[in-house]
């Protein structure tokens, strides 16, 4: 069974044609979710950014799809293969998104039935203004002098510089 060279060319081409169609397809997705993304940023209705949230991951996911399938070489693997692959990385999202609902579960609930606990996110604090170089020595110097009696017998003798 020899293959001849124009069978050869032929495989090429359609190889190199579904290649060209897929870069286009993932071209177009990143394009669309470009689009979405600056347009979400100038909205102000939550129901709609959260929608185009969605879209924008459901475009993504159709992204790492053409990836793996075509870039990957996986789209005419075995399907046991296949299987290996998809059922652990399905199972790792699940324990990601089970992980994250029971965390900000414990958080809410902790936050609502106990009554000496405060979310440390949720603590204002007060900035103090910091007083640089000289200023800063300064006013402690008037501080402390404030807090000092002016009485002469509590001074101290000065001593001696040398």
Same mark, same amino acid.
């Given at each position: 069974m020899s293959h001849s060279h124009s069978d050869h060319e032929a495989h090429n081409? *359609?190889?190199m044609a579904e290649i060209k169609k897929v870069t286009i397809i993932l071209s177009v997705f990143t394009i669309v979710e470009l689009i979405l993304g600056f347009w979400m940023m100038s909205m102000t209705s939550a129901a709609l950014k959260l929608a185009i949230k969605g879209t924008i991951v459901i475009l993504m996911m159709a992204k790492a799809f053409?990836?793996?399938?075509?870039?990957?070489?996986?789209?005419? *693997?075995?399907k046991n293969l296949i299987m290996t692959i998809i059922v652990p990385l399905s199972l790792f999202v699940w324990f990601i998104g089970a992980f994250l609902w029971d965390g900000s579960s414990f958080r809410n609930l902790r936050n609502n039935y106990n009554p000496y606990f405060k979310e440390q996110s949720t603590i204002k604090v007060e900035k103090k203004e910091e007083e640089h170089g000289a200023a800063k020595h300064e006013a402690t110097e008037a501080k402390h002098e404030s807090i000092a009696p002016t009485n002469e017998t509590t001074k101290p003798a000065k001593e001696p510089y040398y």
């Open positions: 081409a *359609e190889a053409y990836i793996v399938a075509y870039f990957m070489h996986l789209k005419h *693997e075995v």
